[in-house]
């Protein structure tokens, strides 16, 4: 069992948790993740490990309502528990000082994209960072984002903070203007293909974080699947992230939306 010791509204669908898991928290590095599961009968959830403090022993995750499991997820309480907690999963990030970064989130994405951030910064990273959201509200984690970026920009569709449009809007300026060496986008599917389009356009390598249905975490099931460069790799031990270029975006759009119809009618049942 582990404890969830804070539980807050980030967003009316954003929900942050703090979990008592020490040894996670004493491993987990940038770019991993954990799975959990509610109760014994639940879905495996994986979500991005956004922080951790090892003293405390405490891991910080954020995840937005869009189903069933993840409804029941917040409806879960500060000194309540969650069944299990498995992690940190996944390759970690591969963090260096390469000298001018950029590094773009969308939605919720932003919180899996602030590991990154912080780490890029420490390692002494000239780090450019790009939130985008529909609004203002949806804007994750400005503050903290700013103080590992050397500059931020905030785009949203409705212009309620920041600039009116979309990321790429902002990437292009920045690949004229800087000389940047690597980029990270993570957010919706097809966020991270736009941002890997225009980053080819520059020939500056991006990653991005994939995020498919997992079930067990350690490359058995097959649940995962991608196909990265023409062959076949599993997010959960393969990645999360892949450079964007080499990712099959049509499959992974559609192996996204696969369990679509039985997603909401799980949700309206749920709300019922
Ligand atoms: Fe089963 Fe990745 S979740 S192989």
Redesign the pocket.
Known sequence: MFKVIKRSELAPTEVEMIIEAPRIATKALAGQFVILRIDEFGERIPLTIVDTNSEKGSIRLIFQVIGKSTAQLARIRAGENIKDLVGPLGKATEIDNYGNVLLVGGGVGIAALFPIIKAMKKAGNHVTTILGAKTAELVLLAKECQTYSDELIIMTDDGSLGTAGIVTDAMEKIFQQQNIVKAWAIGPSKMMKYCTLTAQKYQVPIYVSLNPI????????????VTIADTIK????DGPEFLGNEVNWDEFSKRMKQYQKEEVSAFKRYQK
């Open positions: 997992m079930i067990d975490g350690t490359g058995m099931c097959g649940g995962c699947r599993f997010a959960c031990v």
